[in-house]
């Protein structure tokens, strides 16, 4: 399913936070979304996702404008897990996971067994299996992050929206993450910070500054020290590695002598 944002515009205080951003993200594809701190990256997820509404501009979800369609419909069909995500209430890891279903389920749909192989599944694509019961607000910031990922999968959604999911992630798990999500070959848009696994795990990248889009592409149309310089102000050099073929970037700050 092809997930579309057209002119997208959102302010704040008269100020532009999202400032006229056109994309367009292919069916089971996956997008890298870089940007500085305050770019824009997670306002933009949240218009994508109709968790804020745009000034000016629409979303198009599969063949559908987005504001057509019910939060229920959009809720079976787009994920978003959140850069700050949380539970209010003390729940155990899997009735947190368990919430994912609620826009499947109804009043002539209750709990079912699939709804319950549908969690088991998650939990253990993940590796919470072994968690099920423990109280959200016992887990490390890794595993509360791997286990939002297991609601938005228990959605079992078409398209999958990530706000930087790797962030409280040991480097395994940032790996395992990123090449689950590329295998289960939804339609993804991930923010991002690490230019390296971004290279690594994305199709296309988009790079935001100050609201705008300023650059889409390959990551190897995109990831130049030039663009990296003007957005984050850092010199670096880019290669691609012998090792795995992608490209990596290296950063060069003022360092003491080694
Ligand atoms: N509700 C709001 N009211 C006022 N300003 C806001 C609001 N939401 C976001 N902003 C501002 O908009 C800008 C973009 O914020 P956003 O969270 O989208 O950035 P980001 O690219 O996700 O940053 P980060 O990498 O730090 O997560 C920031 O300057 C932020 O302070
Ligand atoms: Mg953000």
Not at 77 to 103: F, I, K, S, W
Not at 132 to 150: F, I
């Amino acid at each position: 399913m092809s997930l579309e944002g057209h002119e997208l515009r959102w302010m704040k205080h008269q100020t532009p936070i999202v400032d006229d951003v056109t994309l367009t993200v292919q069916p089971h594809e996956t997008l890298g979304l870089l940007g500085p701190n305050g770019s824009g990256k997670s306002s933009l997820l949240q218009l994508l996702a109709s968790l804020r509404t745009p000034d000016t501009g629409r979303v198009r979800l599969g063949d559908m404008p987005l504001r057509h369609q019910s939060r229920r419909r959009i809720a079976r069909r787009l994920a978003l897990v959140e850069q700050h995500a949380t539970t209010e209430a003390d729940l155990c890891v899997e009735e947190v996971v368990q919430l994912g279903r609620t826009p499947h389920r109804g009043p002539l749909r209750p709990w079912q067994p699939e709804d319950e192989r549908i969690i088991r599944q998650v939990l253990e694509r993940v590796g919470l299996a072994g968690m099920r019961r423990r109280r959200w607000h016992t887990l490390s910031g890794g595993e509360r992050q791997r286990v939002q990922l297991a609601r938005a999968m228990a959605q079992q959604p078409e398209v999958l929206l990530l706000d930087e999911p790797t962030n409280h992630l040991d480097i395994q798990h940032q790996l395992d993450l990123l090449a689950l999500i590329r295998r289960l070959a939804l339609t993804s848009v991930i923010a991002l910070h690490d230019l390296n696994l971004a290279a690594m795990f994305c199709d296309r990248l988009i790079v935001m500054h100050r609201g705008q889009l300023v650059a889409e592409g390959t990551p190897a149309t995109v990831l130049t020290p030039a663009l990296i310089h003007e957005v984050y102000g850092v010199t670096a050099v880019v290669e691609r590695s012998p090792h795995h073929g992608r490209l990596q970037v290296h950063y060069l700050p003022d360092l003491p002598p080694a």
